[in-house]
Each structure stands twice: as structure tokens, then as C-alpha cells.
């Protein structure tokens, strides 16, 4: 059985299984000393810890691997002056991406109308953390300390002093090339790893979404319906009708295609519900399935695993006309431009900052003067949304990384054509290091 199909049985038996457990806790007639058992050994112990393990080895590849691909990918374009076109195009497309998404979710949220009916069941708390002034982001994109900056996993500081070693190989001669042929030894290694982690999913994502759904509950859908199907319907949309329509009218590809062998990268991110953690399946999948160049996939997949977030721009889109209605507050067509914009700004401006979502949704509402506690009341369901919104969030860098590579004839067609790219039947294959 191919390891996709295996990720995929894993994601079913778990949430399944975990509706199944949240039942039972919830049933009257269990014994507590049975109920005490199954919570603290199973789903607080078992299941826990095998998630968290999971979630930990992903993780840990992300730096060596942001790290290596970004070197590789600078130092073969150091001479050829493309750097700076592809990260501007990068960056266009991502912001580009971010507004239609926002703007597909204010569109839906006003026909659907999601908080009509819905009544405030006592005051709603929510402890909204401080954003960073703008001026702080911009200055701590750059690193003061690239081995701090990379013990403490901020992306942006890594992917600044990574390109800027990468360019310094390029420019340095002979030395340079004994660098280079370092690093590409060592992005083959890290890649081997990630293929060897991979084989070891079905039991992470198992115990995730297990202990997941056996926390909640499936039940914790149904109390938000309105809002949950809402913005699960623009998320999909967005997905498949807006990366679809882009793909297919700026480089012609079938986007049939990207989907079919977008499957394994789905089924992490759902898993995880972080674009950080699926970050070295996604760039596998972009590099050895989807045909894009090292040297461009190297920048835009690292990139928009930091920046990217049209799924949490979805979910702010939405929320805000929900939390309007819930409140009784009519939103201006000022409003809704001002939500756009700081939407799409935010998915910037913010993206070094945890808990980056309900931060920027804080900023939202505050833009257009809505009470920051009405968060409290989305809370519930917002962990089955993440899920999702990685998923939506890592085929975006996927889309975006197959329109830069191929504008800048850094794309092989062959192997976006070819079904069996990368796969030796277990849907892992052995890496062959890229040429440079």
C-alpha cells in the first residue's frame, strides 16, 4: 500500500476513533475509574506522546532544511542576477493570493450571513496578545545572531542570513564551489532524512487527530455550524477554484495534476495544522513531484511557509462579518476595504509573532472597531479549522512556487507531467540531489 493511501486510512481510523472515545468519556454509565484511565493513560499518555514526538521530528528538520536549500538555491543563481525578480514576483504573488482570499471570504460571509441567530451565552473573554509595532518586524527580519536565530526557530532571520551566505559562495571563486558542494551533500542527507520520517507518519497523524477529536468531541462542529461550514466552503473554494484559475492562466498547467500529487503534503498538513511542520514534505513534493528548480523552490516554499496564510486570512474574513452580526454592529464598505487591507498586510507584517492568526484577527477587528472578546466565541472550533487553512495555506506556496519557477524557466515540465515523478510505489522514492 502506497504511503499516501496509508496517511490517509491513519487520518479516518483517527478521527473516528477519537469521536469514539469522546462519546464514551461523555457517556454516564462508564465507570470513573475506567473514564480516569482512558484520559490519563490513553489520551493524555499514548496518544500525547506519539503526536507530540511526531510534531518534534518534523520540526526539527525545518532549520537544516530551510537552511541548505536556501544556500543551494542562492549560490547556483549568485551569477545569474535573478534573485532579486524571483523574490519580487514571490512576494507579489503571495500578497496577491492573501486579498482574493479575504475577499472571496468577506463575499461568502455577507451572502451566508453566519452570525444571524446567534446569541452571546454570557461575556465572552479573550485575552488578545500585543502585536509588534511594524517598525520592530521589519528590523527583526534581520539577524543580529544567525545561531540564535536559527536555536530559536525564526524563519525570516534564517532565510536572510541563508541567502546571503548563498550569494557569498557564488561570489567567492574556487572556495565558494568547495562550500557548495557541501551544502548540496548535505541538503541530500537532510532529504533522505525527511523521506525516512515519512515512513513513520501513519502513526503520528493517527495519534494527533485521535487525541484531537476525543478532546473536542465531532459535536463541537455542529455548535458553530454556520460559521464552520462557511469558512470550510471558502477555503475550498479558494483551494480549488482560485489556485486552479491561476495556475491554469498564468503557466498553463493542469491543475488536475498539482492536486493529485499534492495528497501526501495535504494529509501532514492537516495532521500537524502547521505549514512550519509539513515544510519539508511540501518542499520534496515541490522539488521532486511538481518539477520546480532547487534554486527557486529553495526561496518560495521556506517563504510562504512563513508569510503565507491566506487560510488564516479566510478565517479572519469570515469571522469579522460573524462577529459583526453576533454584536449587532453594521460594517461600512470603508470597513471591509480597511479588513482587506490589513488582512493581506498582516500575513507580513506579523508572521514571526506565535499565535500569528488570533493575533492578526485581534488587529482586524480592532481596525473596524469590533470587540476583541468576540474571538472567545470561535475559539471551539477553531482548531478543526487550522487544519484546513494549513492544508489551503501549504498548496498556495506549491501554486506560487510552479508560477515563479516557470515564468523564470526554472521549471521541468517532464516531471510535473510524469504521475510516477518521485515514486518507487511507497510514495517516498529515493532522492537524487538536483543539479546545479
Not at 472515545?21 to 465507570?31: F, R
Not at 536559527?150 to 574556487?174: P, T
Not at 489556485?243 to 492562466?249: E, Q, R, T
Not at 469571522?319 to 454592529?329: K, L, M, P, S
Request: overall charge negative; glycine content about 8%.
Amino acid at each position: 500500500m502506497s504511503l499516501t493511501n496509508r496517511i490517509l486510512i491513519a487520518m479516518v481510523a483517527g478521527i473516528l476513533t477519537g469521536s469514539l472515545l469522546s462519546m464514551t468519556l461523555s457517556s454516564a454509565t462508564l465507570p470513573e475509574m475506567v473514564r480516569a484511565a482512558l484520559e490519563v493513560y490513553l489520551i493524555d499518555g499514548v496518544l500525547d506522546v506519539v503526536g507530540r514526538i511526531f510534531v518534534a521530528s518534523l520540526k526539527l528538520l525545518v532549520v537544516p532544511l530551510v537552511f541548505v536549500s536556501l544556500i543551494c538555491g542562492a549560490s547556483s543563481l549568485g551569477n545569474s542576477s535573478r534573485m532579486g525578480p524571483i523574490a519580487g514576483k514571490t512576494l507579489f504573488f503571495y500578497l496577491l493570493t492573501t486579498a482574493l482570499a479575504v475577499t472571496a471570504a468577506l463575499t461568502f460571509a455577507v451572502l451566508v450571513s453566519p452570525g444571524s441567530g446567534v446569541e452571546l451565552a454570557g461575556e465572552a473573554n479573550f485575552q488578545a496578545k500585543q502585536a509588534p509595532p511594524l517598525t520592530d518586524v521589519l528590523v527583526n527580519i534581520f539577524p543580529s545572531n544567525p545561531i540564535q536565530a536559527m536555536a530559536e526557530g525564526k524563519m525570516l532571520q534564517i532565510i536572510v542570513f541563508a541567502l546571503l551566505f548563498g550569494l557569498a559562495i557564488s561570489w567567492a571563486g574556487e572556495p565558494g564551489q568547495r562550500i557548495a558542494g557541501f551544502f548540496r551533500d548535505m541538503e541530500a542527507v537532510v532529504m533522505k532524512m525527511v523521506e525516512v520520517l515519512m515512513h513513520l507518519a501513519p502513526y503520528g497523524v493517527f495519534a494527533l487527530l485521535c487525541k484531537l477529536f476525543a478532546t473536542l468531541g465531532i459535536t463541537a462542529i455542529f455548535d458553530l455550524a454556520t460559521y464552520f461550514f462557511t469558512v470550510l466552503a471558502v477555503l475550498l473554494f479558494h483551494a480549488l477554484v482560485v489556485y486552479s484559475l491561476l495556475l491554469k492562466g498564468l503557466t498553463g498547467l493542469s491543475p488536475a495534476m498539482l492536486f493529485s500529487k499534492m495528497r501526501p503534503v495535504w494529509a501532514f498538513a492537516f495532521s500537524t495544522a502547521s505549514s512550519g511542520a509539513t515544510l519539508p514534505v511540501t518542499l520534496r513534493t515541490v522539488e521532486r513531484r511538481l518539477g520546480v528548480d532547487n534554486s527557486v523552490a529553495g526561496f518560495t516554499v521556506p517563504l510562504g511557509a512563513t508569510i503565507n496564510m491566506d487560510g488564516t486570512a479566510i478565517m479572519q474574513g469570515v469571522a469579522t462579518v460573524f462577529i459583526a452580526e453576533v454584536y449587532g454592529v453594521d460594517l461600512s464598505w470603508v470597513a471591509y476595504l480597511t479588513v482587506i487591507l490589513t488582512a493581506t498586510l498582516a500575513s507580513v507584517g506579523t508572521a514571526a509573532v506565535p499565535g500569528v492568526g488570533l493575533i492578526t484577527l485581534a488587529m482586524v477587528l480592532s481596525q473596524v472597531g469590533l470587540p476583541v472578546e468576540g474571538i472567545a466565541l470561535i475559539i471551539g472550533v477553531d482548531r478543526l479549522l487550522d487544519m484546513v487553512r494549513t492544508a489551503v495555506n501549504v498548496t498556495g506556496d506549491s501554486v506560487v512556487s510552479l508560477i515563479v519557477s516557470s515564468s523564470e524557466n526554472k521549471f521541468d515540465e517532464t516531471v510535473f507531467l510524469d504521475p510516477h515523478a518521485d515514486h518507487d510505489g511507497d510514495d517516498v522514492g529515493d532522492f537524487v540531489p538536483p543539479p546545479h
